[in-house]
């Protein structure tokens, strides 16, 4: 496989012998002088033998290890920083390995590097480093902006070299995700067992210290979802297509049981869209509906208001209820809360249109432009109550307009060039199938993007840039196919050459 392949030949055989006796000479060496402490020398080794030699594995590793990771602050209090461990520490880890791999003059690194999708990456990179530059937090800004580079490296370029170069499949990528995810669900559908299983303040704290919140813990649901249930269509084998039933049932009560309105709401959103597909209505419908609809809105906009208004129905237990609390702007302290954090957002916009405030800087900006009459018990003057719970509004203060057009700009041009290799996919192939799963729920994120922001999480980050990973690396298989022809997963090895 490429990336065993080059990983073996840039370190060679000499290192892993001489890490081998050095290993047992410092384990030896504690041993006999009783020092307990610096037993963790010899795990580093082995770690090191592990990321040197086998590197996929290592990956692996990490997919499983993604879900389970923790807060560094659960084990260690009164830190200025947190990280999330492990999964964090391996995305660090493995940045060198990318490093190397777009060293290698490949069939891959050339084709991706003229991608449209990567020139606009390069552009949203490159803007957050001007406004980083321009920041009022450098420091913050800085962290920030490497933590965004490493995501683009690790989490989509990786894979897509992976995918691309057969060292693993999507299905393995997702398989050993969904495994560290499943414990994760477990863990929380038995706390709420034994806490309450149909009490929504119980589901908040349930996916602790997994996931900070059961927004975001809703959110993976409902990234998962559609691509699960796509597995189960494509699956031929009565044992694996069970299975994958049985685990789309699941996730879909651990979302439900999540009592999150924005997930919910985003898979509705999804269905729309593969309805929309499925039915094969023409894009220029989809507009025109999409555009009735905005005029439709903004002609009966007093009459809507007053409504929202006279709605007092409070976020409960009873799904009806909670469903109906979603138009409650009034006495639902989340949704006034939400408020707040937009009204925030774009009061911070207007006075830094073009460069904004400093990326990752909301959370400790936001405070004084905060309205009044919208504070909450959940509001907080301190910068320790998060973030804009928009991934567009929050990336509009910290970098202005030109971030959040290029950050459109690469769902647009990942989405159009997903639907366009769906299309050019033979019908009821596997590939189309599953290719039309990973973008719905990408619609998922996107249509959750506008109430929370989560792509600072890597747990989240990862499935969200894997999936355009995925799509990307079948485009290049692909790529000497024409537009017009149909394909299926018997040209493989045809197009490969």
Not at 91 to 99: K, Q, S, W, Y
Request: positive net charge; hydrophobic residues 55%; proline residues 4%.
């Amino acid at each position: 496989m490429l990336i065993v392949q080059s990983i073996k030949s840039f370190f060679g055989s000499k290192p892993v012998l001489i890490a081998s006796i050095l290993f047992v000479l410092i384990n030896a060496l504690l041993v006999a002088t009783e020092k307990s402490l610096f037993i963790v020398v010899p795990v580093f080794f082995i770690f090191l033998l592990f990321y040197i030699w086998f590197p996929n594995r290592f990956y692996k590793l990490y997919l499983l290890l993604s879900p389970l990771s923790i807060p560094l602050s659960e084990y260690v209090q009164g830190l200025p920083f947190d990280l999330w461990m492990p999964s964090e520490l391996f995305i660090v880890a493995l940045a060198p390995l990318v490093f190397i791999m777009l060293s290698k003059s490949s069939i891959e690194n050339r084709w991706f590097s003229w991608q449209p999708v990567l020139l606009v990456i390069y552009f949203f990179l490159g803007w957050l480093l001007v406004a980083t530059i321009n920041s009022t937090m450098p420091v913050v800004s800085a962290k920030y902006l490497v933590l965004k580079v490493l995501y683009f490296m690790v989490l989509f370029y990786l894979p897509f070299i992976l995918f691309s170069s057969d060292a693993i499949s999507f299905k393995k990528f997702l398989g050993f995700y969904i495994v560290g995810m499943s414990a994760v669900i477990l863990i929380t559908l038995w706390k709420q067992w034994e806490r309450g299983l149909f009490d929504k303040f119980v589901a908040h704290g349930t996916c602790n210290p997994f996931f900070t919140d059961h927004t975001s813990y809703a959110a993976t649901l409902a990234l998962l979802i559609p691509v699960v249930i796509s597995f189960a269509v494509v699956s031929k084998k009565g044992l694996l297509k069970w299975l994958n039933i049985a685990l789309s049932l699941i996730l879909i009560v651990a979302l439900v049981l999540s009592y999150t309105r924005a997930a919910w709401l985003s898979l509705i959103v999804a269905g729309g869209v593969g309805i929309i597909w499925w039915l094969k209505i023409r894009f220029r419908y989809v507009v025109a509906l999409a555009v009735a609809f905005v005029v439709t809105l903004g002609y009966f906009q007093d009459d809507i208001v007053v409504w929202l208004n006279q709605n007092r129905t409070a976020s409960s237990g009873d799904l009806r209820k909670h469903i109906s609390s979603i138009a409650n702007i009034r006495t639902d302290e989340s949704n006034v809360e939400r408020l707040n954090r937009w009204t925030s957002a774009i009061r911070m916009f207007e006075e830094k249109p073009v460069f904004g405030w400093g990326p990752g800087t909301y959370m400790f900006q936001y405070a004084p432009f905060q309205a009044s009459y919208l504070k909450t018990r959940e509001s907080s003057n301190l910068g320790l109550k998060g973030n804009a719970h928009s991934e567009y509004l929050g990336l509009l203060a910290d970098a202005g307009i030109p971030a959040v057009f290029a950050f459109i700009l690469i769902i647009v041009v990942v989405f159009y060039d997903g639907f366009n290799l769906a299309l050019r996919l033979k019908k009821k192939s596997q590939e189309r199938t599953i290719v039309v799963g990973v973008l719905l729920g990408w619609v998922t994120y996107v249509s959750h993007g506008f109430l929370n922001n989560f792509l600072d999480m890597d747990k989240v980050a990862i499935l969200f840039w894997g999936y355009a990973a995925y799509i990307y690396s079948l485009k290049f298989r692909y790529r000497n196919s024409k537009p017009s022809s149909e394909m299926s997963s018997k040209t493989f090895s045809d197009v490969r050459s």
